[in-house]
């Protein structure tokens, strides 16, 4: 509950910011531009909505295969979405060899869950299972629909603090420009904190369904051995065409690729017989253990999509029985 709570109070705090900036202008410039902000959030949203699906599908070069396919995968999917309690999401396959899995959608009941062929080559079934639970709770608590929601904000409040500071202060009473520039270096503040706080609730909802995969049966050390091979996976493409290419939706990944070469040194210290796997025994000394990061990591990790994978794989820990 507690994750559920803080992306509620998130999402609360991002609106009230916004509100808060729209009254501002309504009050010292004038109700009419603070309108035009609103519809502007609107419009984009429903942009979003509309043809966002179609643009993940076509960046991933997803292909999107029947149970006749791909039957393995596809009983997966249909077995964890019994246990959701969800409608059986699409399947697909991206034809990229970097070893992923996400999940996008409109609702719940346009829900698609999609790997890479690179996952299939290096996940065992327990451990692709616990990674495709990860992204049937995504689905299950709507959070994409809230992330590209609460993403719109930064974008507005950027539009405002650049229209007031250049088109308030360039015309009208002295008076006036100087309210105009205070809302634009006061908005323009409010962008770069609302974009932290955006990427905040993204970091919380791979937490929260970390969790939604284990609710869904699925044992953390499971979970946790997928994301430690898939930090090897990927570090093996650093540097390459192939992560470029991905670099516009690695939001939607189950860890930040980019990121990956980093976390090695980080998540070798996890497999103490190094045998390539987090097993149960490994996780349970890791949950009596404090996970400790330099300054530099911390910093780091307020600017990035997904949390720090060894606070991650410790958040794990403490959902083993």
């Known amino acids: ?18 509100y808060g900036v729209i009254t501002a202008i309504g009050t010292l410039m004038g109700a009419g531009s603070a309108v035009s902000y609103i519809v502007l959030a609107f419009v984009f949203v429903g942009i979003q909505y509309l043809i966002g ?14 149970d006749k396919e791909a039957p393995e995968l596809h009983q997966m999917v249909a077995e964890l979405a019994e246990k959701a ?3 059986k999401p699409r399947v697909g396959i991206s034809q990229l060899a970097i070893p992923n899995a996400f999940a996008f959608g409109r609702t719940r009941r346009d829900g698609r869950i999609c ?20 992204e049937m709770a995504h689905i299950k608590h709507r959070d994409m629909a809230v992330i590209t929601l609460i993403s719109v904000i930064p974008l507005i ?12 202060a360039s015309g009208g009473r002295r008076q006036g420009g100087s309210y105009a520039l205070l809302i634009g270096f006061g908005a323009f503040l409010l962008y770069f904190l609302t974009n932290l706080l955006v990427l905040y609730g993204s970091r919380i909802r791979e937490y929260y369904a970390d969790l939604g995969s284990v609710r869904l049966g699925n044992n953390p050390h499971h979970m946790a051995t997928a994301l430690y091979r898939l930090v090897y ?3 093996r493409f650093r540097g390459t065409q192939e992560l470029k290419q991905a670099e516009g939706v690695r939001a939607f990944f189950v860890n930040d690729p980019a990121r990956a070469w980093r976390e090695v040194r980080e998540l070798a210290q ?3 017989d190094m045998n390539g796997s987090i097993d149960y025994d490994e996780l349970a000394e890791l949950r009596q253990k404090e996970v400790h990061l330099g300054t530099s990591d911390k910093m780091m990790e307020l ?18 029985v």
Do not use: C
């Not at 709570?5 to 999402?11: I, K, P």
């Not at 699906?53 to 029947?66: H, L, Q, R």
């Not at 603090?161 to 088109?167: N, Q, R």
């Open 1 to 18: 509950m507690w994750l559920q709570t803080r992306m509620f109070l998130l999402v609360a705090l991002l609106f009230a910011i916004l």
């Open 53 to 66: 699906p179609a643009i993940v599908g076509w960046s991933m070069k997803i292909k999107w295969v029947s």
């Open 85 to 87: 309690n969800l409608p």
């Open 115 to 134: 790997v890479t062929q690179g996952i299939l080559k290096l996940l065992s079934r327990d451990e692709l299972k616990a990674v495709l639970g990860h």
């Open 157 to 168: 409040l950027y539009w405002i603090a650049w229209s007031t500071m250049w088109g308030g």
């Open 233 to 235: 996976g990927d570090a």
């Open 270 to 272: 996890i497999d103490r």
């Open 303 to 320: 600017f990035t999509t997904h949390p720090n994978m060894l606070k991650r794989i410790k958040h794990l820990s403490t959902l083993a």
